[in-house]
């Protein structure tokens, strides 16, 4: 039972456009989310969260969108950079919860 | 701070083998996960340890596999016998979880082929 779902595995987006990438949940004791990064060879690194009590996070060139309703949340990068290629995982967690459940993450590459 | 690490980095064995991997969280950290990822399932949670006490260990496959936390600095995953279904990487992470919310720190990962 998956219950954090990528359902794409691959985007590929040209250098300087918008890349966005999708995540589902069906647990609705979630409450909070957060996006990985991983490049090859190395675990994955903590890249962006945002709590159950906002629709939006950004940092810099990430912005991270909650739907709570359609249960799904998107990352945008803009611009994408070439160092932007990599694995991205989204994951959540419920309330009170220790445990981070992670999707089965999507390849971005970003081409020149 | 050197960040979790693991070891080793690559194992390859054969079928039937006992393997071992190990995990040193960053200093203080006083939760410890393992995690192992597969291309159908993404990030799977074996196990986690807070305060060197194994929480919730719902995850682990099999009773082939087992894990240990016998120090703060110091976790242990073990196969036993290994299959070539397990083959797959395996990633350490902790966390503080008096700061750190749930961020997880993870380590560079162990990948393991069984033969």
């Known amino acids: 039972d998956q219950q954090v779902k990528q359902n794409s595995p691959s985007l590929s987006v040209q250098e300087g456009r918008i890349s966005i990438l999708n995540c589902d949940y069906t647990?609705?004791?979630?409450?909070?989310f957060l996006w990985y990064k991983k490049y090859p060879a190395e675990g994955p690194t903590f890249l962006i969260s945002?709590?159950?009590?906002?629709d939006k996070n950004e940092d810099g060139r990430f912005t991270v969108f909650l739907n709570k309703s359609a249960k799904h949340l998107s990352l945008h990068i803009v611009p994408s950079q070439p160092g932007d290629s990599a694995v991205y995982f989204c994951?959540?967690?419920?309330?009170?919860?220790?445990?981070?459940?992670f999707g089965q993450g999507t390849r971005l590459t970003i081409n020149p | 701070d050197a960040g979790v690490i693991q070891s080793p980095r690559h194992e390859v064995t054969e079928m039937g083998q006992e393997v071992t991997l190990r995990c040193k969280p960053i200093?203080?950290?006083?939760?410890l996960f393992w995690y192992r990822q597969t291309m159908m399932r993404g990030l799977e949670l074996l196990i986690y340890?807070?305060?060197?006490?194994?929480?919730?260990d719902s995850g682990m496959p099999e009773d082939r596999f087992s894990a240990k936390m016998p120090n703060a600095s110091f976790s242990t995953l073990k196969i036993q016998p290994s299959e070539p279904r397990d083959s797959a990487v395996y990633f350490c992470?902790?966390?503080?979880?008096?700061?750190?919310?749930?961020?997880?720190?993870f380590g560079s990962g162990t990948q393991l082929s069984v033969l």
């Open positions: 945002i709590s159950s009590i906002k």
């Open positions: 994951a959540a967690s419920a309330m009170g919860a220790q445990k981070l459940v």
């Open positions: 200093s203080g950290h006083n939760s």
């Open positions: 992470a902790s966390r503080n979880r008096r700061f750190s919310n749930e961020k997880l720190f």
């Open positions: 647990n609705s004791m979630f409450d909070y």
């Open positions: 340890f807070n305060n060197n006490v194994p929480i919730d």
